[in-house]
């Protein structure tokens, strides 16, 4: 089942999105209606079979936005049609040897990649995908930390007076936090390969979201879009960790039982649970993390 209603952002009430298309219940418009119905578009996904994303996210999350009726706020959704705009924009410039948004499927999933071909290199074979995202992912994705670094000066006086000062440096050998990505690729690669399309590398364009905002200086982001490079993993694992996913999201949907909870990094050590699951409302885990939260506030 997609969403069926919008959280109004104006009156904090439920509203059905048919309802909200037709007639907005606060007076004016939030948004540009055809915004709200590009945003409305974007939920509407009838898929017979699990996505490929769908399967990367936790089991219990996709089972529950396949079983219940949930409300979305259409704020909250425009990150996702930002995507959707600029695999329009880079749409409309691909070439001969260039293929974009095509699905494709086995008998565990399907999945659009979002282009293959001549991108980066002449004579490349590559997968790339598209992402937007905030400056603190792309910092983790690049494997960006601070170090400590002396600067051949002591205190000369205080507490700390004889010790060496030192000053922050960044380092980008760190570990490149793109699990999920690299298994979204590998599956698409794997995809491609079936079709007799030979895959090269693969290669994530990421935009950054708040990059003019001084948090994404901080956060050692420089520029608004980075080229990161993913790894080749096995077929075999990709492929087990993806059927493994597919069953017990079927089990769960053949037997009409709550899967059990998503894993910790899948719920952003409970950060997703708190503000960004779509479906916490129905989820007795996602429920309880809301109002320990508020309690705590
Ligand atoms: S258009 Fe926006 S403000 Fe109006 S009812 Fe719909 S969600 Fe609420
Ligand atoms: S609230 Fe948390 S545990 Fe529950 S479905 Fe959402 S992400 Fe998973």
Known sequence: MPAT?????????????GDCLQHCMAGQRCMFLPTLRSVAASLDRKLDKPSVTELISGTRETFLKKTTDYAVD???????????AVHTLNENHTDGNMLSEERLADN????????????????????????????????????????????????????????????????????????????????????????????????????????????????????????????????????????????????????KFLPQLCNARERWHDRKCAEYCDVAGSCPYGRLVKRNREVAA
């Not at 209603?5 to 999105?17: A, S």
């Not at 259409?74 to 959707?84: D, V």
């Not at 490149?176 to 390969?193: F, P, S």
Request: glycine share 6%; proline share 3%; net charge positive.
């Open 5 to 17: 209603q919008f959280v109004c952002p104006k009156t904090n009430g439920n509203i059905k999105i």
């Open 74 to 84: 259409p704020m909250q959704q425009l990150y996702a049609i930002h995507g959707s």
């Open 108 to 255: 565990i999933t399907s999945g659009k990649f979002d282009l293959y071909g001549e991108i980066v290199d002449i004579n490349d074979k590559t997968l790339g995908d598209y992402k937007i995202t905030s400056s603190f992912k792309l910092m983790k994705a690049l494997g960006y930390y601070k170090v400590d670094v002396p600067t051949g000066e002591v205190y000369k006086t205080g507490l700390k007076k004889g010790q060496p000062k030192t000053r922050k440096e960044w380092r980008d050998d760190g570990v490149k936090h793109v699990l999920e990505w690299a298994i979204q690729l590998n599956y698409y690669r794997i995809l491609l390969e079936q079709c007799g399309f030979k895959v090269g590398n693969m290669v994530i364009q990421a935009m950054c979201r708040d990059y003019s905002l001084r948090i994404a200086a901080e956060r050692n982001i420089k520029k608004p879009v980075y080229l990161i490079p993913i790894n080749r993993i096995s077929d075999r694992w990709v492929k087990l960790y993806m059927s493994t996913k597919a069953k017990k999201l079927k089990e769960a949907m053949d037997k």
